[in-house]
T-cell receptor
């Protein structure tokens, strides 16, 4: 595997379900990110991890819970979601959490909440 | 706060014509600027980046962008559009946190 991978690619879940999104980067990077991409809205940064430590949480509801066990893996745990949470969730990584470094994106998980 | 504005949510050009996608930024400090492309059902792919080394930046797939401080712009161009260029393009900038523009959907007409 190369680059940034995300699983699953598609997920349909009910509002009472609990599921997790997984992201893995094979680039030797130290920073990882979760973004939400909704139709007709800019890319929204959700969480930033730098050297496994969460450095940013952009006022994301607690029904989204990130986990970064090491610099290569990032999870997004989901529970009691709302239909408006349906979106494409993108994971990215970079050399460090600095604007100087470009971010490399995974293919995304298309989430549908029913 | 840093902001990035992309003018035009949709741009349509004929195959072989010049592509021009506009991006303006607002920042009190010199920014780092990026252009990304997103094909359907895929993540974002870096096209090019500006980090103050040179004002004209060349990227992949024949794209380039010029940083103009006086105009606070970082427009993306390609001399001759190809059908495979049809995609969503995002400008992003950071000086104190990376911000993405809303994106421009590029349509290529045969």
């Amino acid at each position: 595997e190369t680059g940034v991978t995300q699983t699953p690619r598609h997920l349909v879940m009910g509002m009472t379900n609990k599921k997790s999104l997984k992201c893995e980067q094979h680039l030797g990077h130290n920073a990882m990110y979760w973004y939400k991409q909704s139709a007709k809205k800019p890319l929204e940064l959700m969480f930033v991890y730098n050297f496994k430590e969460q450095t940013e949480n952009n006022s994301v509801p607690s029904r989204f819970s990130p986990e970064c066990p090491n610099s290569s893996h990032l999870f997004l745990h989901l529970h009691t979601l709302q239909p408006e949470d349906s979106a494409l969730y993108l994971c990215a990584s970079s050399q460090a959490a600095s604007d100087l470094y470009e971010q490399y994106f995974g293919p995304g998980t298309r989430l549908t909440v029913t | 706060a840093q902001s990035v504005t992309q003018l035009g949510s949709h741009v349509s050009v004929s195959e072989g014509a010049l592509v021009l996608l506009r991006c303006n930024y607002s920042s009190s400090v010199p920014p780092y600027l990026f252009w990304y492309v997103q094909y359907p059902n895929q993540g974002l792919q870096l096209l090019l980046k500006y980090t103050s080394a040179a004002t004209l930046v060349k990227g992949i797939n024949g794209f380039e962008a010029e940083f103009k401080k006086s105009e606070t712009s970082f427009h993306l161009t390609k001399p001759s559009a190809h059908m495979s260029d049809a995609a969503e393009y995002f400008c992003a900038g950071g000086a104190d946190g990376l911000t993405f523009g809303k994106g421009t959907h590029l349509i290529i007409q045969p």
